[in-house]
């Protein structure tokens, strides 16, 4: 049993997600922040500010290490993060020559902040590619059932007659803009050091930070330890997909409901009434939209990030944003898969 439905024994075969969930597993995020010291190591040489020698060590070693997770864990009950001892165990992979060039000006945020956008970066990509899909699967819904006719309705009652096409506009009209959006996110590097100041680096610190970015396929920005605006954005954006998309469930229950002009295969039994063939899919999204709006208001919590670090928002943070990507990465899998099993729509 576990307290995430996401990753639960039996409920994540309604509300997990076999491709997105790795992306927040422990052994991503590991591989990540190693990204980020092998890159650092390798900027930091570029410009003069280490060994060349000590840079492939580093960068040697972080592709193939393998850190003792059991100490990691009992150490982040100690620190409250879990770098300053990956650190540690790094530099004795490393070798006392290379470890006084590991980690240098950099600071913990830099690292865990850091390998959350190398890790939602990939994940927005493939989000994307599922919007594309869905919006696909409307197109070949207009094509077949277009003209087909529905009742619209205005408040919860009977309005006047529309077709399928007008419904159908409805839901796909957001996600071309969502896929955009997606495509055009900025995920930036964090790279400040102890204050956001990059004290240690002096003059050369801009230009290490833009060399870290490049090597890591981010963009370059200044830090924003304490300016989580990439984290909101994000946040917000996930909220509103899994929102529109909720929006077609919505829908598409209510259709079921009436029962005339809808036919769905692959609905859900009941273990009481043979004839039933529940909505399943549609009713997940509604819950999944309401669980990211619900959400979101948590993010907006931790804009409140108190001088130049926050321990508290920023945990609140990590309690959070995961769950929102995998409820967003959910809502995109169902949509699309309920979507496929529309076998009427409307009245020809």
């Known amino acids: 049993m576990t307290a995430s439905p996401f990753d639960h024994p039996f409920l994540s075969g309604l509300l997990g997600d076999d491709e997105i969930a790795p992306y927040f597993s422990a052994e991503a995020d590991i591989r990540a922040m190693l990204s980020f010291e092998a890159a ?22 972080c592709a193939a290490f393998s850190p003792d997770v059991s100490a990691l864990r009992a150490a982040t009950a100690r620190d409250g993060v879990v770098v300053p001892d990956l650190v540690r165990q790094l530099r004795i992979a490393v070798g006392e020559d290379a470890a006084k060039s590991l980690h240098l000006g950099a600071t913990s945020q830099d690292v865990i902040d850091t390998s959350l956008m190398i890790r939602l970066k990939a994940v927005v990509f493939l989000f994307a590619g599922r919007l594309s899909a869905i919006d696909a699967g409307l197109d070949g819904l207009d094509r077949q059932f277009g003209q087909n006719r529905l009742m619209g309705h205005t408040r919860m009652q009977a309005a006047i007659p529309i077709t399928v096409t007008d419904r159908l506009n409805a839901w796909r009209a957001p996600l071309a803009t969502y896929r955009d959006r997606l495509t055009e996110q900025s995920f930036p590097v964090q790279f400040g050091g102890a204050a956001g100041t990059l ?11 833009a060399s870290l970015a490049g090597e890591l396929g981010l963009t370059d920005r200044p830090q924003w330890q304490s300016g989580r605006l990439p984290i909101a954005d994000i946040a917000g954006l996930f909220a509103s997909i899994s929102g ?3 929006k077609i469930g919505q829908d598409i229950a ?18 009481a009434m043979a004839h039933k063939q529940n909505p399943v899919a549609a009713e997940a999204l509604i819950s999944l939209a309401r669980f990211n709006a619900t959400l979101l208001s948590g ?11 926050s321990g508290a928002a920023w945990t609140l943070e990590w309690l ?15 949509a699309k898969e309920l979507t496929g099993n529309i076998k009427r729509l409307g009245a020809a």
């Open 299 to 309: 993010i907006h919590q931790s804009l409140v990030h108190e001088q130049e670090r």
């Open 199 to 209: 004290d240690k680096l002096g003059a050369q610190g801009p230009a290490i930070r």
């Open 40 to 61: 650092l190591a390798r900027a930091e040489a570029a410009h003069g500010l280490i060994p060349g020698d000590a840079a492939r060590k580093i960068a040697d070693t």
């Open 244 to 246: 529109s998309l909720g």
């Open 320 to 334: 959070l944003l995961p769950q929102m990507a995998m409820a967003t990465a959910a809502s995109l899998r169902l």
């Open 254 to 271: 209510l259709l079921a409901q009436a029962g005339d002009e809808i036919e769905i295969s692959g609905g859900g039994t009941s273990s």
